[in-house]
Structures are given as C-alpha cells and as structure tokens.
C-alpha cells in the first residue's frame, strides 16, 4: 500500500515551452501533497504544499507564477513549469501524506526534466 | 526552524562490516525524524522513522537507528552491510505533529565495498 506515482518519468521540452507533471496517490486518499526538486548531487528542497481544494502554499523563492499546483482532487495534484528554462532543468518529486496517517510522507519516483 | 546535518557526504565501508551514517538534528519542539534511501534517478524510499517512545527504532532492510535526545542524533545502522545498500542516505526531521514539512539533511553517500 501506500505507492505514488509520477507521469512522467521524464520529459525533455523546448525553452519557453510549458511542462505538466502529474503525482497520483495510488491507493490512498492525500488531503496533502509536497513538491521537492532536486539538483544534481543535492538534497532536496521543498517547493510547495498543496491541500485538497485549496491554493498551494509556496517556499520562500518559489514562483508560484512558474510553478503552478493544482490539487483537485484527493488523488491527484499536478505541477505545471510554465515557460520553462534550462535553469528549470532539475529532478522534481512529489510526496503525499495520508489523511489518516499524516505521521509519514510517500515519495513518487521523480520526474526528469530537461529543457533545452 | 528546524535542520539536518549530515557531516559526512560520503561512507565508504567493507562488505559485511557494521556500518553508520550519521545525523544531527535542531527543533525548537518534539522532533518527528526519519530516514530515506535513494536510488540513482528515483525517487525515496522510506526506511524507519522515530515519532516516540523506544529511541532504538528498527526498519526495513534490516537498518536501525538511534534518538539521542541529549546529543540531537538520529544516527542510521546496520551491523552487518551489503554490497546492495550502496545509495544515498537522506535524513529529514519535520517538528511537531505529523509530517509536516520535512526539512533534509544533505544526503550521505554509501558505498559499500565487496
């Protein structure tokens, strides 16, 4: 139990182009979802929480213009990079707390991107 | 707020040797503390967390690791390593109830050695 997805695993796109990745809670309900990105040999560094049917709550230094989340529904939150860069170019993971067990976050596998 | 340290980036140890990979930790409250494994171009993979009572807390892949209130440790071991354990260790501490927001530390890299 308690898996995670991301789609996709990896995506190349174009500068200025848009990218959306998706972070699916498999088979739990996620009232919450977290988004890290990760630099190569670096640790993580959240980005936003997202709450179920509410507006995303963003680090200091995130632009949540680039970084748009959206958390319809209990399943499902997506992070759209708008008007990629290459300085975007970074490994993005998605983590989803349980709404019964929220002493514990489940990690997707991560998402690839590289904007050329 | 809270934070990690992870002073070793990398630990190198022999096959089938006991092995640590160390953390320390600053909350101003009950730190909530856990550690991840990574894999190259995956995501995390949880190995055991500490929320109270027992400091020794045993996990997966037959890893433990100890809460040192007095010296805000939460080391991560194994007493007997496998060439398979070789990853990058994250330890993370979310304070308060629940997991919160988790703050991680700078990742250890594992190399285990036949």
């Known amino acids: 139990g308690a898996v995670v997805s991301q789609h996709p695993s990896w995506v190349i796109c174009k500068s200025g182009t848009s990218v959306k990745i998706e972070c699916r809670s498999l088979?739990?309900?996620?009232?919450?979802m977290f988004w890290y990105r990760q630099f190569p040999k670096q640790s993580l560094m959240l980005m936003a929480t997202s709450n179920e049917g509410s507006k995303a709550t963003y680090e200091q230094g995130v632009e949540k213009d680039k970084f748009l989340i959206n958390h319809a529904s209990l399943t499902l939150s997506t992070l759209t990079v708008t008007s990629a860069h290459p300085e975007d170019s970074s490994f993005y993971i998605c983590?989803?707390?349980?709404?019964?067990?929220?002493?514990?976050?489940?990690f997707g596998p991560g998402t690839r991107l590289t904007v050329l | 707020a809270q934070s990690v340290a992870q002073p070793e980036d990398q630990v190198n140890v022999a096959e089938g040797n006991p092995l640590t990979v160390k953390c320390t930790y600053s909350v101003s409250g009950n730190p909530y503390l856990f550690w991840y494994v990574q894999y190259p171009n995956r995501g995390l993979q949880f190995l055991l967390k500490y929320i109270t009572g027992d400091n020794l807390v045993k996990g997966s892949y037959g890893f433990e690791a100890e809460f040192n209130k007095s010296q805000t440790s939460f080391h991560l071991k194994k007493p007997s390593a496998l060439v398979s354990d070789s990853a990058l260790y994250f330890c993370a501490v979310s304070e308060g109830q629940g997991a919160q927001k988790l703050v991680f530390g700078q990742g250890t890299r594992l190399t285990i050695n036949p």
């Open positions: 088979d739990f309900q996620a009232t919450t």
């Open positions: 983590s989803a707390r349980e709404r019964d067990y929220y002493n514990e976050q489940f």
